[in-house]
């Protein structure tokens, strides 16, 4: 087992929060770390009988949490927000442990998972309802906006820490309560968290957190358990399709982060360098792991070269490596199965033509390192242009014309994100509005911030996340009508 060296041991909790009470389970699990395979914690393995008293007390906390006003509930997340940022070295190093992003990386997701509580707890002050002009002379009309209730969230392993952060932190600031069951690989950045809250003064119930290995159990149970009134996931478009099939029965409300599959186009009129740099970043970032990674590059023919020059010189910049070293800017892959994909959508490729400009191969480092890849000569029917990679496999495809790139990019059923390079503002309106996706990169290779609408369309999913569009995905709208007697 490693000891991380953190600054406050306590954080690395290995139990699960129910009620606030911390709650061990008779069986374990073993995290580990993806760069070097050392065991980082055995983990308590929650049962299904512990996520229905969770439920309950998720339930039973719910009234007295809503109860509250907007502004004390307000000052509990803020604390949360100042304890993560005060936390954030120790919540990185943890993250790096069991997901593998370098270190620097790891505290950045931090400090944006800690910045969607801060931008919630001060929304949670301005859950205003409306007042409409009656439709008789003797009616008036208001509009109440009320929590949904409790909350199921089932989150990734890609961002343990900030997919969390930006589920919980709606849902709290709403007045729901939230029952969360974190990704098996990555659950102590969750738990990490939940101390934090405890420390903060989230009331026992309001949030639970329970690590374990029985995925479809959980999910299960949550949707269709009739004390959960919705469920939030981020994951993937087929897992998503299944707990919608799941809720159905109840009725739950949903909030689904699904799969992408990014484009990203490079017009004749951009710069060709800073569209290479936007490019390492929407592809490179987390090493390719994260939803809206760009997948897919459209490069018209005038631009192609210097784009793909410009590129490979940043990739051949990378520094792959376990992300608790000085200098790495590159991680592993989670796992085998990650890998292997990459290595399909590598194969697949060179056999219908595709070619190599740098990488290709895993790693000299072994495990699940793989080395940063540009092809070119790539084509629509690749795996690579139909299927999310999740790995640092950059593929560029040629067009001559902007009807042809755009047809290409939305030739998915993916809409999460989108990006774009050019100058002719025309054409900057033109794309934008064409491309099918719920975000929208222009001349910049990053889209997310918690001040903006996170989220997709077509089997991307539904509902977004951040922004002040955040919170209602945690609302009910109540229409009151009231009668006034007769003067
Ligand atoms: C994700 O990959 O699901 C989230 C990525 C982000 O917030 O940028």
Sequence with gaps: MSTLPLRDPTLLE????????????AGTYVVSNPATG???AQVAAMDIDHAK????AAHAAQPNWAAMT???????????HDLMVANADDLAMILTAEMGKP??????????????VEWFAEEAKRIYGDVIPG?????????????VGVVGAITPWNFP????????APALAAGCTMVARPSEQTPLSALAIGVLACRAGVPAGVLNILPNRRASEFGQLLCSHPKVAKITFTGSTRVGAILMEQGARTIKKFSLELGGNAPFLVFDDADPEAAAEGAL??????NGQTCVCANRFYVQSGIHDAFVAALARHMSNLKVGDGLREGVTTGPLINQAAVEKVETHVSDALAKGARLTIGGARHPLGGTFYEPTLMTGVTQDMQVARDETFGPLAAVIRFDTEQEAIAMANDTEFGLAGYFYASDLSRVWRVAEALEVGIVGVNTGLVSTEVAPFGGVKQSGMGREGSRYGIDDYLEIKNVVIGLAAR
């Design 135 to 147: 439709h008789a002379r003797n009616s008036r009309i208001m509009v109440l906006k009320q929590p």
């Design 281 to 286: 970043l929407a592809k490179f970032r987390n």
């Design 161 to 168: 820490n900030a997919m969390l952060a930006r589920k919980l």
């Design 70 to 80: 907007g502004k004390e509930r307000a000052a509990i997340l803020r604390r949360l």
């Design 53 to 56: 008293g969770a439920i309950d």
């Design 103 to 116: 270190l620097a990386e790891a505290k950045g997701e931090v400090l944006y998972g800690a910045a969607y």
């Design 38 to 40: 050392q065991v980082i």
């Design 14 to 25: 290995t139990r699960a929060l129910i009620n606030g009470e911390w709650v061990g389970s």
